[in-house]
Antibody, heavy 121, light 107 residues
Framework: QVQLVESGGGVVQPGRSLRLSCAASGFTFSSYGMHWVRQAPGKGLEWVAVIWYDGSNKYYADSVKGRFTISRDNSKNTLYLQMNSLRAEDTAVYYC??????????????WGQGTMVTVSS | EIVLTQSPGTLSLSPGERATLSCRASQSVSSSYLAWYQQKPGQAPRLLIYGASSRATGIPDRFSGSGSGTDFTLTISRLEPEDFAVYYCQQYGSSVTFGPGTKVDIK
């Protein structure tokens, strides 16, 4: 079935790095734009980054620009988020999500279960 | 950046009642880029409505979306026990933003 599975979360000290992965299955991964969205404990959803289906374009939220890098390996059906210079405010559940395009509409139709990142000394 | 405001913050209703959730944008949003999501505790968000008014696959017809420009509405015609959750609106224009959410809880 269509599925996204995140991994790589954990506890990390401020200033350190972490790389998240999102393994896709059940669909043609290379045909879809992919996003990372995060949710701090008890808070709402915050968009983090997007990468186009072929990796040709990437965009970031201002809060992570210059520190996080989104990438993908279409041969491995995997999305990544490299997180550097982590801060306490980056503590959140990180979700990967598939962007669907139906006609002129855009939305996130498939979400992973999320992986928790805790930045703490 | 387009800011989305959702109201009310919390909606307390009984099963069988009608729920009306509002999402207001700080500037005009193309209806094509307005979506609604449902999130239950400990779960990932689930797409309900895309293009402001189209139901996603498998979403019951008690959920409906409407609106245009800066004002959008999600309506749940008759609340079922499984509908008590948090609902987020999202716009995907020049960037992506989510509203702060409306919690629908049991009265």
């Amino acid at each position: 079935q269509v599925q996204l599975v995140e991994s790589g979360g954990g506890v990390v000290q401020p200033g350190r790095s972490l790389r998240l992965s999102c393994a896709a299955s059940g669909f043609t991964f290379s045909s879809y734009g992919m996003h990372w969205v995060r949710q701090a404990p008890g808070k709402g959803l915050e968009w983090v980054a997007v990468i186009w289906y072929d990796g040709s374009n990437k965009y970031y939220a201002d809060s992570v620009k210059g520190r996080f890098t989104i990438s993908r390996d279409n041969s491995k059906n995997t999305l990544y988020l490299q997180m550097n210079s982590l801060r306490a405010e980056d503590t959140a559940v990180y979700y990967c999500a598939r962007e669907t395009i139906v006609g002129a509409t855009h939305a996130f139709d498939i979400w992973g279960q999320g992986t928790m990142v805790t930045v703490s000394s | 950046e387009i800011v989305l405001t959702q109201s009310p913050g919390t909606l307390s209703l009984s099963p069988g009642e009608r729920a009306t959730l509002s999402c207001r944008a700080s500037q005009s949003v193309s209806s094509s880029y307005l979506a609604w999501y449902q999130q239950k505790p400990g779960q990932a968000p689930r797409l309900l409505i895309y293009g402001a008014s189209s139901r996603a696959t498998g979403i019951p017809d008690r959920f409906s979306g409407s609106g245009s420009g800066t004002d959008f509405t999600l309506t749940i015609s008759r609340l079922e026990p499984e509908d008590f959750a948090v609902y987020y609106c999202q716009q995907y224009g020049s960037s992506v933003t989510f509203g702060p959410g409306t919690k629908v809880d049991i009265k």
